[in-house]
């Protein structure tokens, strides 16, 4: 079945520690967006990504990096630059060749705790 | 302001009423709508999207848009203790960025 796959579904982080959460998709979507999600928030859009080798900063993107090397791959690196990281982290992905008629698809989640 | 308003809750209400969720938008840009129900820890899942304004239906599920006002909104009728959830609304402008709501918890009381 096509989606979106997050790994892994906990990962802990101790401190001054880079951490990367997977995301692959096979709906061949151009777009994809990691957002992160604290209690009370909402999603907040970290990067996102249009198309191969290239990605954009979204609203909180410090202490956060991305790599779209391939059009199914979109990962999200945790640096140790980033204070505050645990938090549920989401990715998702669109099509952008007919928009109206694309659907945003999630993934499942990946929360990232600080030991 | 924030570009997508949404009420946090919770909203409580008794099963098989109708229910209600809302979200203000502030940029004339968005143009594309989504509502989502996400369970906990779980990712959203996309329940309704609609591209103009207008009511669309679904099942038990109406998305309305009102563009004049910038106001969404999202109908559920005969509500069931299963829709107990938080619902984000959702919108998309011209840059193909998609920017959220806070979500609003609902709880359908048996």
């Known amino acids: 079945d096509g989606g979106i796959t997050q790994s892994p579904k906990y990962l802990f982080r101790k401190e001054g520690q880079n951490v990367t959460l997977s995301c692959e998709q096979n709906l061949n979507h151009d777009a994809m967006y990691w957002y992160r999600q604290d209690p009370g928030q909402g999603l907040r859009l970290i990067y996102y990504s249009h198309i191969v080798n290239d990605f954009q900063k979204g609203d909180i993107a410090e202490g956060y990096s991305v790599s779209r090397e391939k059009k199914e791959s979109f990962p999200l690196t945790v640096t140790s630059a980033q204070k505050n990281p645990t938090a549920f982290y989401l990715c998702?992905?669109?099509?952008?060749?007919?928009?109206?008629?694309?659907?945003?698809?999630f993934g499942s989640g990946t929360q990232l705790s600080v030991l | 302001q924030k570009e997508v308003e949404q009420d946090p809750g919770p909203l409580s209400v008794p099963e098989g009423a109708i229910v209600s969720l809302n979200c203000t938008y502030s940029n004339s840009a968005f143009q594309y709508f989504m509502w989502y129900r996400q369970y906990s820890r779980k990712g959203p899942e996309l329940l309704m999207y609609?591209?103009?304004?207008g009511n669309k239906e679904d099942g038990r599920f109406t998305a309305q848009v009102d563009k004049s006002s910038k106001y969404i909104s999202l109908f559920i009728r005969d509500s069931q203790p299963s829709d107990s959830a938080t619902y984000l609304c959702a919108s998309l402008n011209r840059d193909d960025k998609i920017i959220f709501g806070k979500g609003t918890r609902l709880h359908i009381l048996p």
């Open positions: 609609t591209y103009s304004s």
């Open positions: 998702a992905s669109i099509g952008r060749t007919t928009i109206t008629n694309e659907k945003l698809f």
